[in-house]
């Protein structure tokens, strides 16, 4: 593979994996395909090849663990198995014989027609409540991958997400003896919201229907906002069932999340305000957050009705991959299980309107894999963001243009920075692990040594422990801003050895990453500093080598402030110089001891 604009790329990828474990297909079967894209190549067997087992109408279930593929990787789509009976649209809930047939739904002829979602796209009314939200450069992003990044920011929507145009330009077409009967719909999250709102600009009662185990903060915001919560079903599944025969049984319009023409048209806006926004010349690729597909197909609707050479790609976590196994077996289907770590994707199986013009318009498919270990407050917000930035790291993008939406809600974006480093792209945070002599000043003597002249070490994670062991050494846990192998994270590692200090790179080692940074911590007291580079060792220089610092416990998060454990051995009597060594650094860390029902907490794993 290769990028024109960059230097070449490994001539043979690494291999898709697909593994059915329900569809009698060999246990391991290596799905590749030949298939170029802008100049990206990924080789292959015809996709013509491709199984694609029916069972009845309806779609197959499968695991997520079935497929996967390395991150960033492209994964082209199977266009030529025949559509399934049970992937053709129609209305939740519908009984009309005429709309039974194997055309679906006979309500929405226009989605058939040349231009006709482009033509609801630029005419939808969504407008009235949702707002052309800002198309941002991201300037340090673009800076570290050599690439200019945009951010569609669907986070500044009245409710915090897209949701909101889809909900409003749907129930903007109901005629009035609709609105009258009023609407209703199952969500726990944001197009719950967007209901509530259309509704209240609309003049209509919505019935928002959300399962049982729904977070009382998320139901309360729902009420805000003038909708009528009903708790119901142990499932979304469930609720969903639930809000449909409600609905029939009221005469209440079913209002789609995702699988619906009109949703599709009003989600599409946010597509034609990146083309009006950015350089439509000079665009190259968007990248798009997939759940249930609404997003991605109205964005890809209008893109490539209007500039059809940039490409469209989807991204969904690897536990979530319900679009993507769709895609690649050319039929729908439904997941047996979904992580929900990202919740705002975490569908199990998507619409079927979606599906068709996923199918059609897209340029393919990434699985973003995202570490439950990583502190990403709304991991749904950037998935694409992740995406976009594995994308450009595995293919080597120089000079291109990229977009990404955010499309989650209540995504903080001072972490932005942090979602570049921390989202598993291999491409932005090298682990170390090592062992230094316990005592006093050891811990500043290694931060220089790993320095150098190269000014501050921009340190992600640092954990450490005083010496439990016999052999008077401690044990340390630490992370760098720098790509695992990298030039950067090599000579880091060459002047640790020419000091004589051993470390280890342990950035491939999933059980360290997953659990091993768990383990070394222990009893401290609490300081809140601010998020910037040699902030960690500014705080440590007054403490060490004065004292010995038994404890570091330090994630970096992203946020414009944070916190760590620290805990220091200090005798009775010198406590009034403690403090007077921390009242230097009273003007940037708060330091707070633990105290009550916190410390009885540690007290139960700390060893006297």
């Given at each position: 593979m290769?990028?024109?604009?960059?230097?070449?790329?490994?001539?043979?990828?690494?291999?898709?994996?697909f593994?059915?474990?329900?569809d009698?297909?060999p246990?391991?079967?290596?799905?590749?395909?030949?298939?170029?894209?802008?100049?990206?190549v990924?080789?292959?067997?015809?996709?013509a090849?491709?199984?694609?087992?029916?069972?009845?109408?309806?779609?197959?279930?499968v695991?997520?663990?079935?497929?996967?593929?390395?991150?960033?990787?492209?994964?082209?789509?199977?266009?030529?198995?025949?559509?399934?009976?049970?992937?053709?649209?129609?209305?939740?809930?519908?009984?009309?014989?005429?709309?039974?047939?194997?055309?679906?739904?006979?309500?929405?002829?226009?989605?058939?027609?040349?231009?006709?979602?482009?033509?609801?796209?630029?005419?939808?009314?969504?407008?009235?409540?949702?707002?052309?939200?800002?198309?941002?450069?991201?300037?340090?992003?673009?800076?570290?991958?050599?690439?200019?990044?945009?951010?569609?920011?669907?986070?500044?929507?009245?409710?915090?997400?897209?949701?909101?145009?889809?909900?409003?330009?749907?129930?903007?077409?109901?005629?009035?003896?609709?609105?009258?009967?009023?609407?209703?719909?199952?969500?726990?999250?944001?197009?719950?919201?967007?209901?509530?709102?259309?509704?209240?600009?609309?003049?209509?009662?919505?019935?928002?229907?959300?399962p049982?185990?729904?977070?009382?903060?998320?139901?309360?915001?729902?009420?805000?906002l003038?909708?009528?919560?009903?708790?119901?079903?142990e499932?979304?599944?469930?609720?969903?069932?639930?809000?449909v025969?409600?609905?029939?049984?009221?005469?209440?319009?079913?209002?789609?999340a995702?699988?619906?023409?009109?949703?599709?048209?009003?989600?599409?806006?946010?597509?034609?305000?990146?083309?009006?926004?950015?350089?439509?010349?000079?665009?190259?690729?968007?990248?798009?957050?997939v759940?249930?597909?609404?997003?991605?197909?109205?964005?890809?609707?209008?893109?490539?009705?209007?500039?059809?050479?940039?490409?469209?790609?989807?991204?969904?976590?690897?536990?979530?991959?319900?679009?993507?196994?769709?895609?690649?077996?050319?039929?729908?289907?439904?997941?047996?299980?979904?992580?929900?770590?990202?919740?705002?994707?975490?569908?199990?199986?998507?619409?079927?309107?979606?599906?068709?013009?996923?199918?059609?318009?897209?340029?393919?498919?990434?699985l973003?894999?995202?570490?439950?270990?990583?502190?990403?407050?709304?991991?749904?917000?950037a998935?694409?963001?992740?995406?976009?930035?594995?994308?450009?790291?595995?293919?080597?993008?120089?000079?291109?243009?990229?977009?990404?939406?955010?499309?989650?809600?209540?995504?903080?974006?001072?972490?932005?920075?942090?979602?570049?480093?921390?989202?598993?792209?291999g491409?932005?945070?090298?682990?170390?692990?090592?062992?230094?002599?316990?005592?006093?000043?050891?811990?500043?003597r290694?931060?220089?040594?790993?320095?150098?002249?190269?000014?501050?070490?921009?340190?992600?994670?640092?954990?450490?422990?005083?010496?439990?062991?016999?052999?008077?050494?401690?044990?340390m846990?630490?992370?760098?801003?720098?790509?695992?192998?990298?030039?950067?994270?090599r000579a880091?590692?060459?002047?640790?050895?020419?000091?004589?200090?051993?470390v280890?790179?342990?950035?491939?080692?999933?059980?360290?990453?997953?659990?091993?940074?768990?383990?070394?911590?222990?009893?401290?007291?609490?300081?809140?500093?601010?998020?910037?580079?040699?902030?960690?060792?500014?705080?440590?220089?007054?403490?060490?080598?004065?004292?010995?610092?038994?404890?570091?416990?330090?994630?970096?998060?992203?946020n414009?402030?944070?916190?760590?454990?620290?805990?220091?051995?200090?005798?009775p009597?010198?406590?009034?110089?403690?403090?007077?060594?921390?009242?230097?650094?009273?003007?940037?860390?708060?330091?707070?001891?633990?105290?009550?029902?916190?410390?009885?907490?540690f007290?139960?794993?700390?060893?006297k």
């Amino acid at each position: 593979m290769e990028e024109a604009s960059g230097p070449a790329a490994p001539a043979v990828p690494e291999p898709i994996r697909f593994s059915p474990k329900k569809d009698g297909l060999p246990k391991t079967f290596t799905y590749t395909l030949e298939k170029r894209v802008s100049g990206i190549v990924v080789d292959g067997r015809d996709e013509a090849a491709m199984p694609s087992p029916r069972c009845g109408s309806m779609p197959p279930l499968v695991d997520p663990e079935d497929f996967g593929a390395p991150p960033g990787q492209l994964i082209p789509i199977n266009r030529s198995t025949p559509p399934s009976p049970a992937d053709v649209y129609r209305c939740a809930g519908c009984v009309k014989a005429e709309c039974q047939g194997p055309t679906g739904c006979t309500d929405f002829q226009w989605r058939d027609q040349s231009g006709g979602y482009l033509r609801e796209i630029l005419t939808s009314r969504v407008y009235s409540v949702a707002r052309e939200t800002p198309l941002e450069r991201a300037p340090g992003i673009s800076d570290a991958i050599g690439c200019n990044l945009y951010l569609k920011r669907e986070d500044m929507q009245p409710v915090h997400s897209f949701k909101i145009r889809g909900a409003f330009n749907r129930m903007a077409r109901l005629t009035p003896e609709q609105l009258k009967r009023g609407v209703i719909c199952s969500s726990a999250g944001n197009h719950a919201q967007g209901v509530a709102m259309s509704a209240a600009h609309l003049g209509c009662s919505a019935v928002i229907c959300m399962p049982t185990n729904s977070p009382e903060i998320k139901y309360q915001a729902v009420e805000r906002l003038g909708g009528t919560v009903e708790l119901v079903g142990e499932s979304f599944y469930e609720t969903a069932a639930h809000a449909v025969a409600r609905g029939i049984a009221e005469g209440r319009t079913f209002i789609n999340a995702y699988d619906d023409p009109y949703c599709i048209a009003g989600q599409g806006t946010a597509g034609a305000e990146i083309l009006r926004q950015g350089d439509i010349d000079k665009m190259d690729y968007i990248f798009v957050a997939v759940g249930g597909g609404g997003l991605i197909a109205g964005i890809a609707a209008v893109v490539k009705a209007l500039k059809p050479s940039i490409k469209i790609i989807g991204v969904e976590p690897t536990g979530a991959n319900s679009m993507t196994q769709s895609l690649v077996r050319g039929e729908r289907v439904t997941l047996s299980k979904v992580d929900a770590f990202a919740d705002g994707v975490a569908i199990k199986l998507v619409g079927a309107e979606a599906f068709r013009l996923c199918r059609e318009l897209l340029d393919g498919m990434l699985l973003e894999v995202f570490n439950e270990t990583r502190s990403i407050l709304e991991p749904a917000g950037a998935v694409a963001v992740a995406g976009a930035l594995a994308f450009a790291s595995r293919y080597r993008l120089r000079g291109k243009t990229l977009v990404a939406v955010t499309s989650g809600a209540n995504m903080n974006f001072d972490r932005l920075r942090i979602v570049s480093e921390l989202a598993n792209v291999g491409s932005a945070e090298t682990m170390l692990a090592t062992a230094l002599p316990d005592e006093p000043g050891s811990l500043l003597r290694l931060m220089d040594i790993l320095s150098g002249n190269s000014g501050p070490l921009n340190i992600t994670e640092f954990k450490y422990r005083y010496n439990m062991h016999s052999d008077g050494l401690a044990r340390m846990l630490f992370s760098v801003g720098e790509a695992p192998g990298s030039k950067e994270s090599r000579a880091l590692m060459a002047r640790a050895q020419a000091a004589g200090i051993r470390v280890q790179d342990v950035s491939d080692v999933e059980l360290a990453q997953t659990h091993l940074r768990h383990m070394i911590a222990g009893l401290g007291g609490n300081v809140t500093y601010p998020e910037r580079v040699g902030m960690l060792r500014k705080l440590l220089t007054p403490l060490s080598p004065r004292w010995t610092i038994s404890l570091v416990h330090f994630r970096k998060t992203g946020n414009r402030s944070s916190t760590l454990m620290l805990g220091v051995q200090l005798k009775p009597e010198e406590m009034a110089e403690f403090l007077e060594a921390t009242e230097s650094l009273s003007g940037e860390f708060v330091f707070e001891p633990l105290l009550g029902r916190a410390k009885q907490v540690f007290d139960l794993f700390l060893e006297k």
